[in-house]
Each structure stands twice: as structure tokens, then as C-alpha cells.
């Protein structure tokens, strides 16, 4: 199994910056890819970015060149810098993990971080 913990949620005002942070435990070497999602208010989850094993990332159109996302595989930890930040950038965040053993592929979620954005 993995645990997730994510930290450095808050509030910022809109143009602010905030770093998240995502620290995995438990079976690391089992995770192929960890990526961001977010829900806001009375939406549905949606995905922000992701990053893979390998370093490659994807991002949604909505935060492409204000988000980055990154993965310290030496910390087993992963990032999401958001940069340039919007109220409608307000939600929970929470960081997952897919991971495949002999069993098949799993899918880990944290508990999720607060951000919020105040305009």
C-alpha cells in the first residue's frame, strides 16, 4: 500500500503563488505516475497535472503556464507550484498515486489540502 500526505495548502490572494507538497510512503517503488486533482465548490474532482516516473508531465489546459508540476523521487515527495493564481483556482486538492504490483494497478489518494483563493 501507499499513504499520501499533502501540506502547503492556504489562503492567497488572487496573483499569489503557493507551493504543494505531496509526501508518499509505504510502497513507493509500486508508483508508476502521481498526478494533482482539485474540487472546487459544488464541482466535480478534475484533474490539474500529473507526472510520471519517468519526469514526463501533463497539465490541464486551465493551469498550462501557471502550474508546474514536479517529483522528487529521491524525497519520494511531489510539488505543484501554481503560480498566478485565480479564485476560481479554489478547491481541495488532493495528490494520487497509481501503482501496479502482482496483484494489478492501484490507485492511492491523500487526504486532501485546502486552497483558496480570495479575489
Known amino acids: 500500500q501507499v499513504q499520501l500526505v499533502e501540506s502547503g495548502g492556504g489562503l492567497v490572494q488572487a496573483g499569489g503563488s503557493l507551493r504543494l507538497s505531496c509526501a508518499a510512503s509505504g510502497s513507493v517503488n509500486s508508483i508508476n505516475a502521481m498526478a494533482w486533482f482539485r474540487q472546487g465548490p459544488g464541482k466535480q474532482r478534475e484533474l490539474v497535472g500529473g507526472v510520471t516516473v519517468g519526469g514526463t508531465t501533463n497539465y490541464a489546459d486551465s493551469v498550462k503556464g501557471r502550474f508546474t508540476v514536479s517529483r522528487d523521487n529521491a524525497k519520494n515527495t511531489m510539488y505543484l507550484q501554481m503560480n498566478s493564481l485565480k479564485p476560481e483556482d479554489t478547491g481541495v486538492y488532493y495528490c494520487?498515486?497509481?501503482?501496479?504490483?502482482?496483484?494489478?494497478?492501484?490507485?492511492?489518494w491523500g487526504q486532501g489540502t485546502q486552497v483558496t483563493v480570495s479575489s
Open positions: 494520487k498515486a497509481s501503482t501496479t504490483n502482482a496483484m494489478g494497478e492501484w490507485d492511492y
